[in-house]
Structures are given as C-alpha cells and as structure tokens.
C-alpha cells in the first residue's frame, strides 16, 4: 500500500524526465510498456524512503563487530528511552560485499492516525523525519495555536514551500509523516528573538521507523546513503597517496577516502561554498582523521598556469593528484524521499556546463596513471552518461575502467554508447527493484543494493 503521493515536479521537468527514461533507444530494448512501467515506479519511489538505513563504520578506529555490538546496545538504550511507542526488534546487517558498512532495515509505511493538531516542518525536515530523525526546531514552520510541551501532535511537511513561519492554520499542499509530543511551547518557537534549537517534537509515532543516530557513535558509525560509499571503494585510494576531492562538503566521501587510506597521505578537499567547510573539518575532527587538509575554493580555477605556485594549497600545478574525486553539483533528483521538486527545467538542465568546466579542471590535475571517478546523485542523462559520451571523445587520454565492487545496474541506454562502455558504468536505478510487497529483511541484499537513492559512477583511467 502505498500512503504518499508520488513526488510532484513541474510538468515541464515530467515531461523532461520522461522523454529521457522513454527515450528510443530505451524503447527499442524494452518496449513502450516496460519503460512507461519503470518511469511510474520512479516517480513513485523518489516521494519513499530507502528500505535500509545505511551507515559507515569507521574501521580505521574499531572492527566490523565491535561496532555493530556497540550500535547494537546503543540503540536498545535509545528505544529504553521510550522514543519510539512500541518495541521494535533490532536488525544490524553486514554488507556481504562492502566492508565498512551496516545496514538497519527500515519498518513501513506503518498505520497512523492522523490527528488535527499539526506541526507544520519543510521538506526537507519532513524527508528527515521519514528517515528515522526527530523534528528540530528550526525545522518547525507553523502549529496548533496554544500548543505546550507535552501535547501529542500530527507532523506534516509543507510540500511547495508555501508554509508562512508561526501559522496556525496551513492549507496548503501537506503529507502525513507520523505523530510525535511537543518538547517545546509554540510561544518559545516563535515569540521569542531566541528559540531554542534542540528537538522540538520527539517522533513516537513515524511512519517509517528506523532509529535516530543523532549523537550515537559519533566517531563510529556516520550515516551515509550506500552508493556513496560505494563511491570511496570505487576511487581505491592507497595510503601515502595525494588525493583530490573537488566538491567535498560536507565530507562524507572526503573522510571516507582518508580511513580507507588508513589516514596515511594527504585529501585535499575543496568546496566553493565557505559556510559549508566547517563542516567537513567538524567531520573529520569528529572521525579522528588528520591527513585531510579543507580550502573554499571554486574547483573550475583549481589549476594553476604558474608551476611555481605553493603546491600544498590551490590552485595546484596541472598533475598533483594520484586521485581525483568529482562528486559533482548536480539536479540530485536521485534523492530520496523526495516528495516535491519546485525547480524548472532551466534549473535542472544548468548542471552539465558547469559539471564539465570541473571535469576539464579535473583531468588537468590528476597525474598521468591516474584514477578520476565522476559521480552524482541524480537520474537524468545529460548529467550522467551524456557527461561520459563527452568526456571520452573529448579527452583522448581518458578510458572506462571497471568498477569494484559494482552492486548498481549498467549505464542507461540514450547517450550513444557501447554496450561494453554502458556495463563499466555503475548506475543504482531505484525504479529496477521498487517492490512494496516484500519485506526488507526478506529480500537482503538484493533489494539492499537496488533500493537506494538514485546515482551514478563512473571510473576512468588517464593514460
Ligand atoms: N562530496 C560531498 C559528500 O560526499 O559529502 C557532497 C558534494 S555535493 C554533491 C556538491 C558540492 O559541490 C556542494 O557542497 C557545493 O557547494 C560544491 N560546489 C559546487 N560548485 C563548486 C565549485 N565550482 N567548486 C567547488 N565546489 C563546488
């Protein structure tokens, strides 16, 4: 059964997204039916949630087992703790093919009531909350007119972004994402010059279920969607090597590529945003790793035309770096839940020139004998193999190289290349696996693997 609506776009970004899933080369190996078929189920799965919570362990400080132990006792503790309304058994699964992962199933949709006193959050709050969080105050746009800590409220997230803060009455576009109790009165969310920031509607009652990993394990356990991870064994950086993460914020692959390096080496990691770089020193200071080295910088003019530049900070010579990772600013309509989209096409298209402008810099900086991995978390062509269609006739020196491990589907079919090129690509297409009727723990790990956010991976080599 399915409780959401599927995400709500623009027409003309439908329309887009279907003539790219629908296109003729699509159509000519699956049929009308089959491709019509899977776009649904696309737009379907974006608005749910993954069915696994996926979570990075750091090995570098602890084992496999001695974490999962302690994630283990650390969440019957939190479920002691009276957070969730009934007792949930808890599963903590190894990856069968990924050392540094564990995977919780998540429980749901699960039956709720659906109350009149409402807690109106933003998307992207409420996407959190269908993810296992707790609603924090910042998180809060409107609620019931006399609400006191204590009241149990329904949570509701504002699907267009219409929600004035401090209403008491919304009727705009809103889905159901579970019931909670106020921690907070409403006048100290929005009668006050200072409101408080911690939790402000503890969720006893979501939806979906999965725990809250907010202050557990911190150094240990760092929550990160599969293919991300992914994405740092795909790179295969090896201690002592200089390596380059170009749109790093806010670390999660950057501090993942240093404990696969055993912190041996330097990660330079570049982002153009400043408010964004303290939180990857914050992740790493968290992760207890000291070979990565943070600069705001716009990746596009990380070259430098002087070679006798300081090397240790950008721009950097041309072939600095044994790796290169571009995790590129994309539409990141691979994210899930996603439920709404306001954006216009013109938005969701501004991403390819701007991703090869970084690619051209990339393949500048990376030495010859180098590993360059392009990645993004979206689920459009023209971002994807269209951008390594590109690449390969634009760059000579560059070549596919396959992919370890490769736990996603192939490249899709629409960009002109071979079915030799298309298998070396790596592309977790949710659609291809969305099945409502199975259990998660069921069907593990295949529906683990398929049942992901959407993304893409490619891996080259430069000769
Ligand atoms: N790799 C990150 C991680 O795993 O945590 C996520 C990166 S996110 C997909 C893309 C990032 O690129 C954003 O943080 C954005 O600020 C940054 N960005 C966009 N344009 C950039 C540029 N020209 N140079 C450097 N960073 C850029």
Redesign the pocket.
Known sequence: MSVFPRISLKPEVTDYLQSVFLNKEVLAAVGHQEAESRFQKLLTCLSHPPSYTCVRVSTHLASLEEIRHKLGDELRKQQLCGSSADEISIQILPHPQIPDVLLLPVDGPRPAQQLSSEVVVGAQCGSAVLRGAHVFVPGILGSPKYMKAGDVVSVVSDLEGRCTRGSSDFQGKKVFVGNGVAQIDRSDIFCTDKPAKGIGVQMVEPLYHSPSFDGVLPDLVFLQNLP?VVVGHVLGPRPGERIL??????????CHIAALMGDQGEVVA????RS?IDKIRQNAQMLQLRSIKVYC????KAVSSDSGQDPQGPPFPPESFDRV?L????SGLGQRPNMSCTWSLKEICSYQP?QR??FHAAVRLLKKGGVLVYS??TVTLAENEEQVSWALSTFPCLTLQPQEPHIGAEGMLGAGLLPEQLRLLQRFSPELSWDQTETPAAALPRRADGDTIGFFIAKFLKN
């Not at 993460?245 to 950057?254: L, R, S």
């Not at 910088?297 to 596009?300: E, I, P, Q, V």
């Open positions: 991300s993460d170009m749109c790093a914020a806010p670390g999660g692959k950057t570049l982002d153009k945003i964004k910088f716009d990746s596009a990772l995790d590129a600013p994309c701007l402008k970084l993004t978390c």
